[in-house]
Nanobody, 126 residues
């Protein structure tokens, strides 16, 4: 049984930093797509960062480029999202997601991902 468990969320002031972790069990990092999504209050869930092309490529949504970094620890099967220069508009529930498929595109399509974590709240105050 595959489980993804996020941690590291919390409350921070604008300009601050947080690092989210996604610990996986029953899932081995391979060349499948993995990513981070978020759902802001009153908004639809959106992709934030993703590994694709056999983990050789990284994608970020424009609003987080230069501020967020996705990384992984293959030995521990943990996915990370380092977030810096946080803004109030980054306030959201953040989810990690893992696919059973290799992808060269379409990484923002949530239907691509079979496994999801329960989410972790990030609140950024001004």
């Amino acid at each position: 049984q595959v489980q993804l468990v996020e941690s590291g969320g919390g409350s921070v002031q604008a300009g601050g930093s947080l690092t989210l972790s996604c610990a996986t069990s029953g899932y081995t990092f391979s060349e499948n797509c993995v990513g981070w999504f978020r759902q802001r209050p009153g908004k639809e869930r959106e992709g934030v960062a993703a590994f694709y092309n056999g983990r050789r490529s990284v994608a970020y949504v424009d609003s987080v480029k230069g501020r967020f970094t996705i990384s992984q620890d293959n030995a521990k099967n943990i996915l990370y999202l380092q977030m810096s220069s946080l803004k109030p508009e980054d306030t959201a529930v953040y989810y990690c997601a893992a696919s059973r498929k290799y992808c060269s595109g379409g990484y923002w399509d949530s239907d691509l991902y079979k496994y999801w974590g329960q989410g972790t709240q990030v609140t950024v105050s001004s």
